[in-house]
């Protein structure tokens, strides 16, 4: 008893409340690009970029262009840019439905919106279970996609589950970056779920291929025959940035 309370005491309240609302202070999230002119000449974002997600066109009305979608939220573009153009913010409602709307400029500062789905609203809304599968992952995502259903964020609550079974599911949250040797496994997964069945691509890796985009050993067919239904990005993607993205999807009250 007196362990459990010591414990209480030194770590305080860990169930957030509002999801939603939360906002993780010292979380690096968004890409803020400014409308300070770059410096004459310089690449060096685009260079210390170890995905290739920042894109620069010198001579166009938006000169520097992040793809969330290919973004491992490092921070080194902003830490070389001489004029401060580049920085982050605590952001993480940075889900989308489209994989276009992951890209931003000066701009276009902000990720498009997520429109409720009726369809997935009515089907899914009171009752979602989706499985997991890892096609290639380093552990990062998947260690946060495990943190959905602990003592903070406790996704549960909204009717949301993981299960152990592609055959209990609604849906797939696929992490990693769909390497070769994951495909049949990814294949079978997906065919054991009954219809109707949604995809949910979590984490740079599963989205682009992050740092590993190319390489020989990816075979990313999977994601052009059944398109995510919704694309969480993140290095690993933070478990809030999930939960306010599926909240927005199917329209759940916050």
């Known amino acids: 008893m007196f362990k459990s309370i010591a414990v209480r005491k030194s770590q305080g309240t860990q169930y957030i409340p509002d999801l939603y609302a939360a906002q993780p202070g010292g979380f690096r999230g968004k890409p803020v690009i400014a409308q300070t002119a770059c410096t ?3 690449v060096a974002c685009a260079e210390v970029c170890p995905s290739n997600a920042v894109a620069l066109n010198i001579a166009g009305a938006d000169p ?3 793809d969330l979608g290919r973004c ?3 921070g080194d573009c902003a830490s070389v840019c001489p004029s401060q ?4 913010n605590n952001d993480v409602k940075l889900s989308t439905t ?3 709307a992951l890209v931003v400029t000066a701009a276009r500062p902000n990720i ?3 429109q409720v789905s009726d369809a997935l609203k009515k089907r899914f809304g009171r009752s979602l279970k989706l499985r997991s599968v890892s096609a290639g992952g380093c552990n990062g995502c998947e260690m946060e996609v495990n943190a959905w259903g602990n003592v903070n964020f406790d996704i549960g609550r909204y009717g949301i589950d993981m299960v152990a079974s592609p055959r209990h599911a609604d849906g797939i949250v696929l992490t990693g ?3 070769r040797n994951m495909m049949a496994a990814l294949q079978i997964a997906w065919d054991a779920i ?3 069945k949604l995809v949910i691509a979590v984490g740079a890796c599963a989205i682009s291929g992050g740092v590993f985009a190319e390489s020989n050993a990816l075979q990313r067919e999977f994601l052009d025959n059944y398109p995510p239904s919704l694309f969480v990005p993140g290095c690993p993607a933070h478990p809030l940035t999930f939960i306010s993205g599926i909240m927005d999807l199917l329209g759940i009250a916050a």
């Open 72 to 74: 491992v939220i490092c």
């Open 85 to 88: 153009k580049l920085s982050f």
């Open 98 to 100: 489209t994989r276009e």
């Open 64 to 66: 520097v262009a992040i």
């Open 194 to 196: 009954p219809e109707p």
């Open 177 to 179: 970056v769909l390497n």
């Open 112 to 114: 498009d919106p997520i």
């Open 40 to 42: 004459p000449g310089c």
